[in-house]
Each structure stands twice: as C-alpha cells, then as structure tokens.
C-alpha cells in the first residue's frame, strides 16, 4: 500500500505541476496568490511548484505587480527562452525548418531547394539543416530540447514513415536515424496532421474547434481538428484525403489508386497542366510554381485559368470534406496557399454551389496565414509539449 500511495503522490504532483506551469504560460504575468486562486490549490502546494519551476528555469520573477492592499506580490512569467526547439518541414522538393523558442515564436528560417533526390541524399540535407539550426540557437539553459519532422506520407503512432508515395518511400524509419545521430527527442508525424496542429495553434484556427486543413502541395494531405483535439484515426492514417477518388477511371496515382483528387488540385497536378501550355520560359527547367505565379501576376491568361481551373478542383475535394465532417473552418495552406488570388473565386463557387446549403451555415473558408510555415510550427510545437511533459514528471520518476 505504501508503495501505491507513493505512485499516487507523485502522478497528483505531476498534475498539479502542469496546471501551475499552464496557468502561469498563458497568464504572464501573474502572482503565487493568483495561480493558488485561478487553480484551486492551496498557497503552500503554488508555493513549493514554482519553487521546483524555478529550479528548471521555466519561469522567472519579475518586480512587483498591482497590490490591492499590503505588500506587492512578485509576479512569475513563463521563460520561454529555457530551450529551443527544431521544427522541420520535409517536402518532396524542398526543406523549411525553423528556430522556435518555447511559445513557438521563430527566431529562425531557412529553407533548401531541390530535386528528385534519393532518401540518402535528403538524409545528408536534413542533417545539414538540423545542424545549422542547432549552431546558431541562442544560448539557454536547456539548449535544443527536440527536433520534429513533418513528412508527406502515412506515420504509425511510432513515428515509423509507412509510406510516402510522392518521395518514393516506404517503411522508413527516420525517428530512430535522428534520434541516434543527436541524442534528442525526435518526433515524426504527418505533415498535414502538423499543419493543422500548428494553425489551431498560431495561425488561422486560434477561434475554431473543427477544423479541416487541407496541405495543397506537391501532393495533399488532410489534417482534422475535431473538437478541440487533433483526430489521427486508430492507428494514426487519417486524413489521407488526398487519395479519394473524384474521378473514377480516372489517371493512375502512386498509391495505386486511381483519379485521387491530388492529380487534379495539387501542385504537381497544376505543373502537369503548365507543361502542356506554350508558355514564355527559358526552357522546361524553369517550370515551377514560382514562375507560374510570376506569369499570373504579369496578367498570361492562360495560367490564371490554370490556377482558377486548379481552385475548382480544390472544391470538388472540399466540399466532399464539409459534408463528412460539417467544419466550422476550412484552413488551406503548403505552398498552393501562396496563390490563393487565383484559386479563391473558383473554390468558393464551388463550394457554394454543391455543399449541402445547411452544411455553409457559419462555416469559414480560409487560406494560411503562414502559408508554408503551418508543418514546421505544428511539429516544433509537438516536441515543446513533449519536452514540457517530460519537465513534470517527479525528479525521482526520471
């Protein structure tokens, strides 16, 4: 019995470590007296919490607050510069990774282009990235606290990379290669599923409990914030919605299937378009997405009416989304997000003409405030959350 009560004291302070952290997060800054009163706990309970919290350096003091009477309480303030976290968006032709400190601010951004590259030659890139990012960290107590990895393709609940079909993998194990060569708590998880995260979180979806991110890059992906929680599916595959069928009999796709909606609203979908037009570039090379925005910008018809026919098919696919799962938002982002002038119009057309009228009440259509950054901010915040919990746990449970 002894024993159990001993476990039992140390899952309730554990809990209570967390709520005092929490209160104290989202509330800097704030007193011992408040924290006690906003929590439920009792002074000496706040007292010995922020005591341990100090000692850890995720909090600081600061000088005296407002007093209603008496003596003017310290105030406590979140310290997130205790550590620095690594989020990393792998894409299929490109590497964004970002700096953040421990409220998900960016202190840093770098990005690698490139092409069909092997598994190991982006191995070599990711490590090029992760060891960058590390060496211009700001000094702090805790130093990079983990590294997380946001990849296009189906991740178990292991971090194992099933299957990526637009880079060619399957069951690759980069959680355990990273976690090998930096010592550090990696984590591994679907890009979609992390864009979703990182909107609920910072960007466009701070309001809204049901949320639908659809990742419109190289290929799609689908992330689902279902009351309030990031939905995965029983063994972590959900959201692979980039694979339905909107056309059947329709092209071959790399997963097997056939007329998936990502071979007619994706990135690649719309450079397979380009490729077909009579277009003013230097040659075939320079056919990405970042020229074709140039040529709409520039007023080429042709490739406005790529993008609008591309934003009609990205409806297609949407509105199958809203009537499934009846959204209170729509989140669009990756890197189709950034030509959101020319797919806008068409979609919401779409939308407007086939949801179901009652399944468009309240609900919001919106493109990324992040635009590409959604992956990279929701997988950093996975490993600050991840590394916080560790922070909780009793010294002598470590």
């Not at 005591?51 to 000088?63: A, M, P, R, T, V």
Request: hydrophobic share 40%.
């Amino acid at each position: 019995m002894k024993e159990n009560r001993t476990w039992n004291h140390h899952v309730v302070k554990e809990g209570n470590k967390s709520l005092v952290l929490e209160k104290i997060k989202n509330n800097s800054p704030i007193s011992r007296a408040a924290v006690a009163s906003q929590t439920g706990l009792n002074k000496g309970t706040v007292s010995s919490l922020v005591s341990d919290l100090l000692d850890d350096h995720l909090i600081y003091e600061s000088g005296p607050g407002v007093s209603s009477g008496g003596r003017r309480p310290v105030m406590l303030l979140f310290n997130g510069s205790a550590g620095y976290s690594i989020g990393i968006d792998l894409g299929v032709n490109y590497l964004l990774g970002i700096l953040t400190d421990l409220n998900g601010n960016i202190v840093e951004k770098k990005e690698i282009i490139f092409k069909k590259l092997s598994y190991e030659e982006i191995e070599e890139k990711l490590f090029e990235m992760i060891d960058l990012l590390s060496s211009i960290a700001p000094a702090s107590p805790h130093g990079i606290i983990g590294i997380g990895v946001g990849v296009p393709g189906i991740v178990d609940t292991n971090g194992d990379i099933l299957l990526a079909p637009n880079l060619n993998w399957k069951n690759v194990n980069l959680k355990m290669v990273l976690e090998a060569r930096y010592k550090l708590p990696v984590i591994i998880e679907n890009e979609a599923n992390a864009g979703a995260y990182g909107e609920k979180h910072f960007g466009a979806g701070k309001e809204s409990d049901n949320i639908i991110y659809v990742s419109a890059g190289i290929g799609i992906g689908v992330g689902l914030i279902l009351n309030g929680s990031l939905y995965k599916g029983s063994n972590g595959f959900s959201g692979e919605l980039g694979h339905m069928t909107i056309q059947v009999d329709g092209p071959l796709c790399r997963c097997g299937n056939q007329g998936c909606w990502e071979l007619y609203a994706s990135e690649q979908a719309l450079l397979a378009k380009a490729a077909e037009l009579d277009l003013p570039l230097p040659s075939k090379e320079e056919l990405d997405l970042a020229n074709l925005i140039s040529l709409a910008e520039q007023g080429d018809q042709q490739v406005i009416e790529l993008f609008e026919q591309t934003g009609d098919y990205l409806g297609v696919g949407i509105n199958n989304i809203i009537n499934t799962f009846n959204p209170r938002q729509v989140i669009i982002g990756n890197r189709m997000a950034s030509s959101n002038r020319w797919l806008e119009d068409s979609l919401n057309k779409r939308v407007a003409k086939q949801a179901l009228w009652f399944q468009q009440n309240d609900l919001q259509i919106n493109f990324s405030e992040h635009s590409t950054l959604s992956a990279a901010l929701g997988v950093s915040a996975f490993s600050i959350e991840n590394f916080l919990s560790v922070c909780m746990q009793p010294k002598t449970l470590v």
